[in-house]
T-cell receptor
Framework: KQEVTQIPAALSVPEGENLVLNCSFT??????LQWFRQDPGKGLTSLLL?????REQTSGRLNASLDKSSGRSTLYIAASQPGDSATYLC???????????FGTGTRLQVFP | GAGVSQTPSNKVTEKGKYVELRCDPI?????LYWYRQSLGQGPEFLIY????????DSGLPNDRFFAVRPEGSVSTLKIQRTERGDSAVYLC???????????FGQGTRLTVV
């Protein structure tokens, strides 16, 4: 059974720091991996989608890498800002169109 | 519409009552997913529709939960004889042909008292 783990569970940093959030999954046979952001009381906003054949994706200050063989992904946030404060969730899909299996998230706080 | 729309945004109901939660996906998205999120947890899969049919309902916790998508667009999640343990945020997502990114609605916060 595929399990997704995110470390750390919570993180508090001063503005301007570069951050790395970690996601690991037990079964390397994934179809894709997606990173989401969730603000309190809100739904999920898709940040980056990495297909199993890809190694990384970038969007602005965000960079996500995927190492399928070791079952790991990292989300790198450059020059963090208070507006980045949210919970970050990673999720994997095992087949095309299949359900997403989520981690429990990393709660990030960036203080001024 | 521009995004996935869920109604109501909040629902408080008494134990034992019946509730319906509605999801309006992004126009043209054939795949629709329901998830449930408890406090401090990641979303957990409930059911997945491809068009009008349920392609995977393995996440429904018991037979009190049922979902329909009669015309391949709007979906309704129905919960009978609600229990306090059903309290959670129910999230709906849609994607184009079940392949690309999943886009989520704002969720319905269900509270059973």
């Amino acid at each position: 059974k595929q399990e997704v783990t995110q470390i750390p569970a919570a993180l508090s940093v001063p503005e301007g720091e570069n951050l790395v959030l970690n996601c690991s999954f037990t079964d390397s046979a994934i179809y894709n991996l997606q990173w989401f952001r969730q603000d309190p009381g809100k739904g999920l906003t898709s940040l980056l989608l990495i297909q199993s054949s890809q190694r990384e994706q970038t969007s602005g200050r965000l960079n996500a890498s995927l190492d399928k063989s070791s079952g790991r992904s990292t989300l790198y946030i450059a020059a963090s800002q208070p507006g980045d404060s949210a919970t970050y969730l990673c999720a994997v899909s095992l087949r095309r169109g299949d359900k997403l299996i989520f981690g429990t998230g990393t709660r990030l706080q960036v203080f001024p | 519409g521009a995004g996935v729309s869920q109604t109501p945004s909040n629902k408080v109901t008494e134990k034992g009552k019946y509730v319906e939660l509605r999801c309006d996906p992004i126009s043209g998205h054939t795949a629709l997913y329901w998830y449930r999120q408890s406090l401090g947890q990641g979303p957990e899969f409930l059911i997945y529709f491809q068009g009008t049919g349920a392609a995977d309902d393995s996440g429904l916790p018991n037979d009190r939960f049922f979902a329909v998508r009669p015309e391949g667009s709007v979906s309704t999640l129905k919960i009978q004889r609600t229990e306090r343990g059903d309290s959670a945020v129910y999230l709906c997502a849609s994607s184009k042909q079940g392949n690309t990114e999943a886009f989520f609605g704002q969720g319905t916060r269900l509270t059973v008292v």
